[in-house]
C-alpha cells in the first residue's frame, strides 16, 4: 500500500508562509485525487484543499487566495503552498489519497502560527 510523508510543518509568524509537501510511495496518478487537512486542538479535522488527478483545484473560503495545492506527478508529490498564515491555521496538516478501492492518510506535520 502506498504510504504518505508530510513534511515542511513548523513555526511562522502571522503573515508568514510555509510550504508543505506530501511524498508519496508509490504513483500519485493512480490516486482519484489529493486533499489537504488539518485538524486543530479540540476541533474536527476539514479539509483545506484538493487536487483532482487531472489538476482541478479546490478549496474552502477560509484558505482560499491563500493556500495553493499542486503536484509534481515526476516525483510523487503533493505541495501545499500557505501565505499571509494566521493564528487560526495552527493545526496537524494531514496529506489524504483516495480512489475507488480505498484512502490513504499520512502521518501529520504540525503548523504554529503565532501571533
Known amino acids: 500500500q502506498v504510504q504518505l510523508v508530510e513534511s515542511g510543518g513548523g513555526l511562522v509568524q502571522a503573515g508568514g508562509s510555509l510550504r508543505l509537501s506530501c511524498v508519496a510511495s508509490?504513483?500519485?496518478?493512480?490516486?482519484?485525487?489529493m486533499r489537504w487537512y488539518r485538524q486543530a486542538p479540540g476541533k474536527q479535522r476539514e479539509w483545506v484543499a484538493l487536487?483532482?488527478?487531472?489538476?482541478?483545484?479546490n478549496y474552502p473560503d477560509s484558505v482560499k487566495g491563500r493556500f495553493t495545492i499542486s503536484r509534481d506527478n515526476a516525483k510523487n508529490t503533493v505541495f501545499l503552498q500557505m501565505n499571509n498564515l494566521k493564528p487560526e491555521d495552527t493545526a496537524i496538516y494531514y496529506c489524504?489519497?483516495?480512489?475507488?478501492?480505498?484512502?490513504?492518510w499520512g502521518q501529520g506535520t504540525q503548523v504554529t502560527v503565532s501571533s
Open positions: 508509490g504513483s500519485i496518478v493512480s490516486f482519484n485525487g
Open positions: 487536487i483532482t488527478v487531472t489538476g482541478n483545484t
Open positions: 489524504y489519497a483516495y480512489k475507488t478501492t480505498g484512502e490513504v
